[in-house]
């Protein structure tokens, strides 16, 4: 069971960088690999809880698992009262998968303190590992001449977040090409590259692969380089954000605070721009302005004045991929409104009960994941705060994944022999 479970992480980590190019390669039931490990990790959770459910079963759940089972009770109730079920339980399914994905794995690796470590490690090593080969293939595409050879495929694949589209195999902005590696478009990869930078920085110890010091860490700065590098590529300014956030903050953490100890995120940070505003005048003026930054604001507006109307039980399915389903299949015409922002899509589709235990999930995830780890909740905040990117699959999977294991470590340091030890 402990080498099955290993390799259900290790697999998770290393395909979800992957599943753009798994779903235009390897089209079909492929593409629903994901939801076949989540099942299989939750049917494994169901065993054990009944097994000891004799063992005071309801009093072991931890505050954010009771968390995540009422928003999930409250969701049904919602699905239970709609006139459409059908686009009830798509929304649903959308809102609803990191809470899932969180509780069944908290309650995994709760109940698997023991081998706790060896699981973080392989989901870790396996993300870092399909992220690297993410980014080659996006550079590749880009300057190697590969959007050539994978033009015919990505262009017949239909798109599962944008019913109705098809899948590009790269976005442009202005004059410059955002890369998107495997992935499925340049701001789900960027975002799950952030996830691998912030492994490599601050789980250094997953990542010596050799006795020698020096290989060890030419390996993790290489990994920080190249995820740097796409990154930028990507062309995602809040990902540029968040990543000299984790540089700034692993850097300010290790050190005495001092400015003789901080040259390192410096000289990078200094690079970074020197690179940036080095750019075409054009695309230094796109990168501020470019299309879609009013969005950011407009449409929440538009969504909070939408969410207003049925404030307490919310408007289920309204807006976002299960209204463009909707009206897809009715108008022949795949647009709907898109919050840009988490917690007004919350609201709007769950209500004031729905937001308050989505805003209390997230203040006890500060309360029992130790004060180093909390960039990567900030960093999450600040995505979600100006796009519903929880609403695609591997980005849920990839952060309430690590959500889960970061909750269960805590702030204790006692939970690794010496060997393994993260913090």
């Not at 080969?133 to 990505?154: D, P, V």
């Not at 701001?187 to 010091?213: D, I, Q, T």
Request: proline share 4%; with cysteine; aromatic share 16%.
């Amino acid at each position: 069971m402990t080498f099955f479970l290993r390799a259900c992480f290790l697999l998770l980590g290393l395909l979800l960088p992957l599943h753009g190019a798994i779903t235009v390669f390897l089209d079909g039931p492929f593409r629903f690999w994901k939801e076949a490990i989540l099942v299989i990790l939750a049917l494994i959770v169901l065993w054990q809880e009944i097994k000891a459910c004799k063992e005071q079963f309801w009093q072991s759940f931890s505050i954010p698992e009771w968390i995540c089972l009422w928003f999930l009770a409250w969701l049904n109730i919602l699905i239970w009262m709609s006139d459409d079920k059908t686009t009830a339980l798509i929304a649903s399914r959308y809102l609803s998968l990191g809470f899932v994905v969180f509780f069944v794995l908290s309650r995994l690796l709760r109940q698997q303190k023991e081998l706790f470590p060896l699981y973080f490690k392989d989901f870790t090593r396996g993300l870092v590992s399909g992220s690297v080969i993410s980014t080659i293939f996006g550079l590749w595409a880009k300057f190697g001449g590969g959007f050539e050879m994978m033009k015919s495929f990505y262009s017949s694949t239909i798109s599962s977040w944008v019913p109705g589209q098809t899948l590009p195999l790269y976005h442009q902005t202005g004059p410059f090409i955002r890369i998107q590696g495997m992935s499925s478009g340049p701001g789900e990869f960027s975002h799950l590259l952030l996830l691998g930078l912030y492994f490599v920085l601050f789980f250094p110890a997953f990542f010596n692969w050799s006795r020698k010091r020096l290989i060890n860490c030419c390996t993790q700065y290489l990994f920080i380089f190249l995820f740097l590098i796409g990154i930028v590529q990507s062309f995602s300014r809040a990902a540029i954000l968040v990543a000299l956030g984790f540089l700034f903050w692993k850097y300010w953490t290790h050190t005495e605070r001092t400015a003789k100890q901080l040259w390192k995120p410096i000289l990078v940070i200094i690079i970074l721009i020197t690179g940036f505003f080095g750019m075409h005048d054009n695309l230094r003026e796109n990168f501020f302005t470019r299309l879609g930054s009013s969005d950011h604001i407009t449409r929440p507006v538009e969504a909070l004045q939408k969410g207003f109307k049925h404030p307490v039980l919310g408007q289920l399915g309204s807006i976002g991929p299960a209204a463009r389903s909707k009206n897809l299949a009715e108008n022949n015409n795949d647009y709907a409104l898109i919050s840009e922002n988490i917690f007004v899509d919350i609201f709007v589709q769950t209500g004031f009960v729905g937001l308050a235990l989505g805003l209390a999930f997230w203040w006890q995830l500060f309360r029992h994941i130790h004060r180093r780890h909390f960039p990567l909740l900030c960093g999450m905040l600040l995505l979600g705060s100006i796009a519903t990117i929880f609403d695609m699959t591997p980005i849920s999977l990839g952060f309430f994944t690590t959500l889960a294991f970061l909750s269960t470590l805590g702030n204790s340091r006692s939970h690794f022999p010496d060997q393994l030890k993260l913090i």
